[in-house]
Antibody
Framework: QVQLQESGPGLVKPSQTLSLTCTVS??????????WSWIRQPAGKGLEWIGR???????NYNPSLKSRVTISVDTSKNQFSLKLSSVTAADTAVYYC???????????????WGQGTLVTVSS | EIVMTQSPATLSVSPGERATLSCRAS??????LAWYQQKPGQAPRLLIY???TRATGIPARFSGSGSGTEFTLTISSLQSEDFAVYYC???????????FGQGTKLEIK
């Protein structure tokens, strides 16, 4: 069974860069035709997709965050990472990583999720 | 950009009864729609993909239907563990982007 685990600082200062890593276990991040996504959720609010990466390094980002987001992958460590620059209090949220599946008949969906990690932006 | 609208925002149903949750897309998404369940303090859990295919391990009381712009998630006989927030999700091919509905909170009546 695939498992994902987010890690990184829980507190980031305004204007700095938020950095998180997702470690995948139970299977190789390079096996199969999967993207790997980041999603966030402010307290009491809905889900916002941040972006994703394929193991080739190809990325897609949410247009609303694109100027501040970088997602990378390290296949040797079975990890992918998120960097979000110039953070403000509005970036305070629980950040999730997830496996991103595509099927020609059923489209894209997120089948395995990490437990999430709370990142607070505050001085 | 496709907008996903869920209704109602909150649904109060008694255990054992049927719950029907709706999701509407601002333009056709064919059958490329997924549903997730989220309980407090937990990550979302995939329930349905392709509008009607249950994910692995999801009980048969959960069913999805619809295509185009109108979709429904039905829970046939509510169990105590089903009270949660439910989100629908679609994927834009261009620009590439996942979009979620705002969620429906299913609460005990």
């Amino acid at each position: 069974q695939v498992q994902l685990q987010e890690s990184g600082p829980g507190l980031v200062k305004p204007s700095q860069t938020l950095s998180l890593t997702c470690t995948v276990s139970g299977g190789s991040i390079s096996s199969g035709s999967y993207y790997w996504s980041w999603i966030r959720q402010p307290a009491g609010k809905g889900l916002e997709w941040i972006g994703r990466i394929y193991t080739s390094g190809s990325t897609n980002y949410n247009p609303s965050l694109k100027s501040r987001v970088t997602i990378s992958v390290d296949t040797s460590k079975n990890q992918f990472s998120l960097k979000l620059s110039s953070v403000t209090a509005a970036d305070t949220a629980v950040y999730y990583c997830a496996r991103d599946v595509y099927d020609i008949l059923t489209g894209y969906y997120l089948d395995y999720w990490g437990q999430g990690t709370l990142v607070t932006v505050s001085s | 950009e496709i907008v996903m609208t869920q209704s109602p925002a909150t649904l109060s149903v008694s255990p054992g009864e049927r719950a029907t949750l709706s999701c509407r897309a601002s333009q056709s998404v064919s059958s490329n729609l997924a549903w997730y369940q989220q309980k407090p303090g937990q990550a979302p859990r995939l329930l349905i993909y392709g509008a009607s295919t249950r994910a692995t391990g999801i009980p048969a009381r959960f069913s999805g239907s619809g295509s185009g712009t109108e979709f429904t998630l039905t829970i046939s006989s509510l169990q105590s563990e089903d009270f949660a927030v439910y989100y629908c999700q679609q994927y834009n091919n261009w620009p590439p982007k996942y979009t979620f509905g705002q969620g429906t909170k299913l609460e005990i009546k």
